[in-house]
């Protein structure tokens, strides 16, 4: 079995402020982790991926994550957040039954305040 | 060209119309995947293509039938659906089926059911 949790369904943060947004997950194997964006009346877009090689990955416009097996969590974060940033963002796991089916998280909202 | 392609982005229908959705990628991808996504949720898998074979089915009404003609190709044929069918709908491909496989969706096609 597999799944995602993610903290906060809303997040807001002031232009220029830490983003961070987090996500616990539960698999019964090493997992592939995801961060996607979807922006307002758009399909999902891949930010970042997971797959062991390092436990620091970085990702598109200026985001990372860092997965921490102790605490089975794989939060994303930008040191900096823009206007552009607000969106909803899913966190997703696959790896368990053998077969590409992403669990996706319930998704957090992003507002950036200006 | 790394983008999928979805078409109508919107469609309203009455419940006794019979409708399609059509999704085009050029990527090369073997595997395709149609997805709904209700408002303010997570998007959910329906059905998954692999090699232009069916391999996955999520226990989808048969309301909806899925077609993948041929390898960059898939459509979503909708028939006597209900209005809580009414979502965002979501096609995507990746290279394999695969737990390790990025998705790269399209932008969906808004449907609305009367």
């Known amino acids: 079995a597999q799944s995602v949790t993610q903290l906060g369904s809303h997040v807001s943060v002031s232009e220029g402020a830490l983003v961070l947004l987090r996500c616990n997950y539960s698999s019964s194997v090493p997992p592939y982790l995801f961060w996607y964006v979807q922006y307002p009346n758009q399909g999902l877009q891949l930010l970042l991926k997971?797959?062991?090689?390092?436990?620091l990955v970085k990702g598109i416009n200026g985001f990372e994550a860092e997965f921490k097996k102790s605490e089975t969590s794989f939060h994303l974060t930008k040191p900096s957040a823009h206007m552009s940033d607000a969106a909803e963002y899913f966190c997703a796991v696959s790896g368990a039954r053998g077969y590409q089916k992403v669990t996706f998280g319930t998704g957090t909202k992003l507002q950036v305040i200006p | 060209d790394t983008e999928v392609t979805q078409t109508p982005k919107h469609l309203v229908m009455g419940m006794t119309n019979k409708k399609s959705l059509k999704c085009e990628q050029h990527m090369g991808h073997r595997a395709m995947y149609w997805y709904k996504q209700k408002a303010k949720k997570p998007p959910e898998l329906m059905f998954v293509?692999?090699?232009?074979?069916?391999?996955i089915n999520e226990s989808v009404p048969s309301r909806f039938s899925p077609e993948c003609p041929n390898s960059s190709l898939l459509n979503l044929h909708l028939h006597a659906l209900q209005p809580e069918d009414s979502a965002l709908y979501l096609c995507a491909s990746s290279q394999e089926n695969l737990p390790s496989s990025v998705l790269t969706f399209g932008a969906g096609s808004r449907l609305t059911v009367l």
């Open positions: 997971y797959t062991s090689a390092a436990t």
């Open positions: 293509y692999s090699y232009e074979k069916l391999s």
